[in-house]
């Protein structure tokens, strides 16, 4: 399935788009960000609810099924802070990707706060690690008879390189993720 472009000034699918979710297309949107970075927005239909999407994907261990550049994903501060009226969760994360891309390989690790408003969206903001800045947010809405799942990633790394490259090498990664990400999200065991 081929990826499409989607707008980037908002994260609900334009009317014709739909079909394409529907169908199994994963929607992405890149934009410059910062003189070395880049900004991505994917999104794709799962035919399951939030609430079978929310368990799985806050089990954080579990990311190195949906992303294969991720080799480590462990949660090292379990609540820091927990607020029943807004259904908030705050919490530490630790990741390690490896990374091959044209000619150099690297290997990223990151720290991670993680707020979570639950079966809505996950924050992710970096607290320290191999990247001058990066945030992603992780958004789930009620679509058609499923959810759709918006997911945007910011990102400058530490290795000066142009905008564009790693434009391109986002905008290329992240539709196989995604779609690896449904695969393992809508197996029957993962579900149930």
């Known amino acids: ?22 169908s199994g297309d994963v929607l992405i949107s890149t934009r410059p960000h910062t003189l070395t970075g880049a900004a991505v927005t994917a999104q794709m239909y799962l035919p399951l609810v939030r609430s079978q999407i929310w368990t799985q994907l806050t089990d954080y261990s579990r990311w190195v099924h949906y992303f294969p550049d991720i080799v480590h994903s462990q949660v090292v501060e379990p609540v820091l802070e ?15 990707a490896r990374k091959a891309f044209l000619l150099f390989s690297a290997q990223v690790e ?44 910011r990102a400058t790394p530490l290795i000066p390189a142009p905008s564009f490259l790693i434009q391109e090498a986002m905008r290329q990664d992240l539709p196989g993720n995604m779609r690896t990400m449904r695969q393992v999200l809508c197996q029957p065991s993962a579900s149930s």
């Open 1 to 22: 399935m081929l990826s499409q472009a989607l707008s980037a000034s908002t994260d609900q699918p334009f009317a014709p788009n739909q079909q394409a979710l529907l």
């Open 110 to 153: 990151v720290h991670l706060q993680v707020v979570e408003s639950m079966n809505q969206c996950i924050q992710f903001r970096l607290e320290r690690g191999n990247f001058s800045d990066f945030a992603a947010d992780l958004v789930l809405e009620d679509f058609q008879q499923g959810t759709l799942l918006t997911y945007s990633v």
């Open 82 to 96: 927990a607020k029943a009226s807004s259904r908030r969760v705050t919490r530490r994360l630790y990741q390690v």
